[in-house]
Structures are given as structure tokens and as C-alpha cells.
């Protein structure tokens, strides 16, 4: 096996979103006081919708484009100074937090004279500030807007090895969702090693290289 790019899962991979995070119910409330009223969980809705249908179609860049999209999406109309007070929210309280395993393992693949990537459907900017550290360690940040398809999808991972330039059995992926992160990517040919945090999954598909519980376990799976 001749692993050549290493390639990670975002969130809960690298990173989480932290306990301050922007609640959809503060979102209504604040609005509410401008006497417009939306649903919560619809606005936690469309939040997925906006990555996984206009992800794929055109970079996001940055919260302001997201939210102008999310409540388009809503058919809400919202002034532009109320648009850039919600994207002051998510800028201040949404930015994610590192794993603190996860500088170390980027270091090693660094080492070894890997490439990396991830495969994620986040946009970059979403990561807040940690970005500044983690992308200079990473070759390819490749996300929905990257490879023109919705994570989960087949063309997503096939796009991915187009743009790496490798053979599929020459990337090891690394993720804690086993359908999306192992599942998936086994069946698009890489080589899947199930990041389980808290122990909940064990191993989940018979053909995966195995199961870790921290990033530090991830170099006894390539040179």
C-alpha cells in the first residue's frame, strides 16, 4: 500500500464548534424584536441545506454570504444592517476549536513527505481563527465548492482522487462518521481509518484499516 496523500474529515476530525456557538433560537429571538418572525428549526435547517445544495454550486465567502443565502432561502427579508450584526454573532462565537491532537498528527504527515487534504463540507472560513494554523499544514482544503458535489455523494470522492492525481487506494482517509468518512470512501477506493472519539462505533465496515480514538494513533497507517 502506497499511501501518498492523507486526507481528513473537519468536524469532529480536526475540530468542533465550540459551547458558545450561535443557537438558532437566538437567531429568532433577535429578529423577533425587529418584527420579523422565523422558525428555529427552520433556520437550523436551511443551515445544512445552504452547505449541502449551494455549497457545491459557488464558494461561500464568509458569514455574511452564507447568511444572505440562508434567508433567501427563508424567503425572510433582512436589512443589511441587521445582516451585519448576525454575522458579527457567528464571527466572534463561531469560530471552531482544535483537537489537541491535531497540530502534532498534521506535523507528522508533513514529515513523512505526504501530501494532505481534507474532504469536508464545510467551507474554510467556518473554521474561525484555527484555520490561520491548520491550512498552512494542509496542501488542499477541499470542501463541497472545490469538487462541485455534496459530501455523501459518489462524485464527491471520485472528484477528489481526480484532483489529487493518485490512484484511490493511494489515499488514507481519516473520520468519525462511518458512513460518510469510511463507508463511502472504502467504496470510492481509499484506504479508511475510523477516528472514534468516544468509543461509540467500534468497527463499522470490514474492509476499513481500523479504528483509532486519537489522531496520534494515525501514523501506524501509512510509511
Known sequence: MAIEVVAFDVHQTLA???AGRV???EVQRLLSRFGIEISYWAFDAVRQTILLLDGPKREIQGWTDFLALLFARLQVPV???LLAALTAMHES???MELYPDVMPCLTAVKAAGLRSCTFTTLPAFMMGDVRHQVLPLIDHYLNCSAVGAAKGDRRFYQRITEKLGVPPDH???VGDDPLSD????????WKAVLLDRRGKHGDVHANQLGTIDSLSELRCYYP
Do not use: F, K, N
Request: proline content about 9%; charged content about 20%; aromatic content about 4%.
Open 182 to 189: 469510511v463507508e463511502l470512501t472504502v467504496e470510492a477506493g
Open 79 to 81: 436589512s443589511v444592517d
Open 93 to 95: 462565537r463561531d469560530g
Open 23 to 25: 443557537q438558532p433560537i
Open 16 to 18: 468542533h464548534w465550540p
Open 171 to 173: 489515499i488514507l482517509c
